[in-house]
């Protein structure tokens, strides 16, 4: 019986090094995440007009910010010791999260945005005088995300108001809407089915052309 308990005292302290051994150390998984979702660029109604230059095929992270037309840049380190040589390497676009007033929508927007920008946007006295901006080198680098935000604003009543006393000063008519506009394109369309001649265009034209050869005899 002693020789019984000696086994069991002895075999006692590797069983418990094995539990041990068994139980998992790792941590345990979140379940959530810390990492910000990505911002998603925002569907343009029907009626809005489509963005002329259309979205980034190589980098796609500008589509759903205000980038500025700021790219990742490629170039090489030069090393100035020894070995002489170079390596290659990147540079990529100083972008933030940044809350940035718009005064036509009365809110915050939390928008991705560059340095490059932000500089652009406190220049042109704030984001909607940086969104309503017509030079073609501001429309851009908008880019899709900044389109369909200026089409957003622009359909407040603010900037509407805004528009309409520079009609008045100005002593410009004001655009049709688009309903108005698709239906005098059609007006003008079959007019001009109508002012067309069926008849001269079905008739059948000669095939070829009649050469006649005349020879002189001397």
């Not at 090393?79 to 100083?94: D, I, Y």
């Not at 945005?113 to 030079?135: C, E, F, H, M, P």
């Not at 008045?168 to 003008?188: H, I, N, R």
Request: aromatic share 8%; proline share 8%; no cysteine.
């Amino acid at each position: 019986m002693a020789g019984l308990h000696t086994k069991s005292a002895m075999a006692a302290p590797f069983s418990l090094a094995a539990a041990f051994r068994s139980l998992s150390i790792a941590a345990p998984k979140r379940a959530f995440s810390t990492t910000p979702a990505t911002q998603s660029v925002p569907k343009l109604p029907e009626d809005a007009p489509v963005y002329p230059y259309g979205p980034n095929r190589w980098y796609k992270q500008s589509n759903s910010g205000l980038y500025g037309g700021a790219m990742i840049r490629f170039g090489n380190k030069i090393s100035k010791g020894r070995n002489e040589g170079k390596t290659r390497r990147s540079w990529k676009p100083n972008v933030r999260r940044k809350k940035i007033p718009s005064e036509a929508l009365g809110e915050e927007l939390f928008i991705k945005v560059t340095r490059r920008s932000l500089r652009s946007i406190q220049k042109a006295g704030g984001l909607d005088n940086y969104l309503l901006s017509d030079r073609p080198k501001r429309l851009k680098e908008l880019g899709p995300f900044g389109w369909s935000l200026r089409h957003q604003i622009m359909q407040t009543p603010a900037i509407q108001e805004r528009f309409d006393a520079q009609r008045a000063k100005l002593q410009v008519p004001k655009p049709p809407t688009f309903e108005e506009y698709l239906a005098s394109k059609k007006t003008e369309m079959e007019q001009k089915i109508k002012d067309l001649d069926i008849d001269s265009l079905t008739k059948p034209r000669p095939f070829g052309r009649q050469f006649t050869n005349v020879r002189t005899k001397e």
